[in-house]
């Protein structure tokens, strides 16, 4: 056993990753491309937004002095400005101007009261039932953008609001990195694909759930296929991932006499990160590095390398997909149940959730094993049992984690 490393504890096999991946080269794509992805570079202002003072509300645009006497105060109405048009005459003492949400503020006014706080008199008469404050439902000129200013800084993700900040400024190309190229590789003599008739073989799930996962985190998988169990087929496999900025393999990383992803990774030149990870299920995960590629031999488990790409694969390729923060998001809850385990790995306990009573409480399901997808199926969140605790009781506040891979 003294060639098998000490187990590394989750945040640490992270960190160790994550130090090694670095946003991608910069490319200009659409903005609905964009989406998931963080700015390359700092995107300044063109145009100020909105390019005038213009009204919140439907009603009525107003000067507030006019509004001093006492209640209601009747104006008359100089014109109706919509969206899309320019008022045409400024606000005299005593009128006001008709306005829809949206439109141009005419000069001289100060304020917008809504229309439901109004009684029209006659097409060009109002009563204004309320006194309101300069300013009121008036949307500022440059409150979204001003002309010159970071609209937008370096490393932003970019969300919808983000992509619509762009747009709005009339830019139809965003600059970004460009999505990691990741090659997925499935090991194993008991293989086959899904198209061939099984013959005593197991169907090959991991390669064509992994470039799911790999296409909903913002990489572009390629399938490489199956590599049979001896260290020339992996090897031989593993020479074709020149140009690739990540390869995942799964299976052959444990401790079986068919298990040749290390070795094989080895006589490539792919210098070790680590092996072995204080985790359950996932515990035998290897990740390595040849020049600018990032391999990382998942378990052949089929909920294993789901949930060790959820905890590692994905922090990685959305950090090359310049995202800062890429720790799996967190939410409190409870757990509905009791757990235990003996101390020395931490467990991801697949779980459901429910709402109740101003709290999330999470619910192990039943099945816990890695080696059947059934275990992964229906579970919405991963409950964070932690490393040295050894029993959870009923009602115990827990830390879960969010899947990328549900419906
Ligand atoms: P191994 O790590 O090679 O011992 O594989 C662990 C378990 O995962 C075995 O039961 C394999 O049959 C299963 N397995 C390995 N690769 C795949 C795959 N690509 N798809 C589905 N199951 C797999
Ligand atoms: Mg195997």
């Known amino acids: 056993m003294s060639d098998v490393p000490a187990l590394l504890p989750v945040e640490e096999a992270r960190a160790r990753i994550l130090e090694r991946c670095a946003p991608l080269p910069t490319e200009w794509v659409p903005g609905d491309d964009a989406l998931g992805r963080a700015l390359a ?17 439907d009603g009525y ?23 899309g048009k320019l008022p045409t005459r400024e606000l005299t003492p005593g009128t006001c101007a008709r306005i829809m949400t949206g439109a141009p503020l005419p000069p001289g006014a100060d304020a917008v009261v809504m229309r439901e706080r109004t009684r029209p008199l006659a097409p060009d008469s109002v009563e204004v039932l309320e006194a309101v404050a300069p300013g009121n439902f008036i949307r500022p000129r440059g409150e979204d953008a001003r002309e010159g200013d970071v609209l937008l800084g370096r490393g932003t993700p970019l969300g919808i609001p983000e992509l619509g900040l762009l747009w709005a400024q009339g830019m139809t190309s965003v600059p970004v990195p460009r999505r990691p190229r990741v090659a997925v590789l499935s090991t194993g003599d008991e293989l086959c694909r899904a198209d061939e008739p099984p013959d005593g073989r197991i169907v090959d799930t991991n390669a064509p759930a992994l470039a799911l996962a790999v296409r909903r ?26 140009g690739f900025d990540v390869v995942l393999t799964s299976a052959g990383v444990s ?13 490539l030149g792919v210098e070790q ?13 290897v990740v390595g590095q040849r020049g ?5 031999g998942l378990p052949g488990n089929p909920t294993s390398s789901l949930v060790t790409f959820e905890l590692f694969v994905r922090p990685a390729l959305r950090r090359l997909l310049g995202i800062q923060d890429v720790e799996p998001p967190r939410v409190s809850g409870r757990l509905d149940g009791r757990l235990s385990k003996p101390p020395g790995l931490a467990h991801f306990v697949r779980v459901t959730v429910s709402w109740r009573a101003g709290e999330l409480w999470a619910k192990p399901l039943g099945t816990q094993t890695s080696g059947v997808l059934r275990s992964a199926s229906a ?3 991963l409950l964070h049992f932690p490393r040295e605790i050894s029993s959870l009781t009923d009602g115990s506040h827990v830390e879960l984690l969010p899947l990328s891979w549900v419906a």
């Open 41 to 57: 570079e700092d995107v300044l202002a063109r145009r100020t937004l909105p390019p005038w003072d213009n009204s919140a509300m």
């Open 61 to 83: 645009a107003v000067r507030t002095a006019d509004l001093s006497s006492p209640l209601p105060v009747r104006l008359t109405v100089g014109e109706t400005v919509f969206a």
């Open 217 to 242: 985190a913002g990489g572009l998988p390629t399938l490489l296929g199956i590599a049979r169990d001896t260290r020339e087929a992996v090897q031989e496999a593993l020479a074709r991932t020149d």
């Open 255 to 267: 401790v079986g006499d068919h298990d040749f992803v290390k070795d094989a990774l080895g006589a």
């Open 273 to 285: 990160h680590f092996w072995r990870v204080a985790i359950k299920p996932g515990k035998p995960l």
């Open 292 to 296: 600018p590629t990032l391999f990382f």
């Open 379 to 381: 579970a919405t969140h």
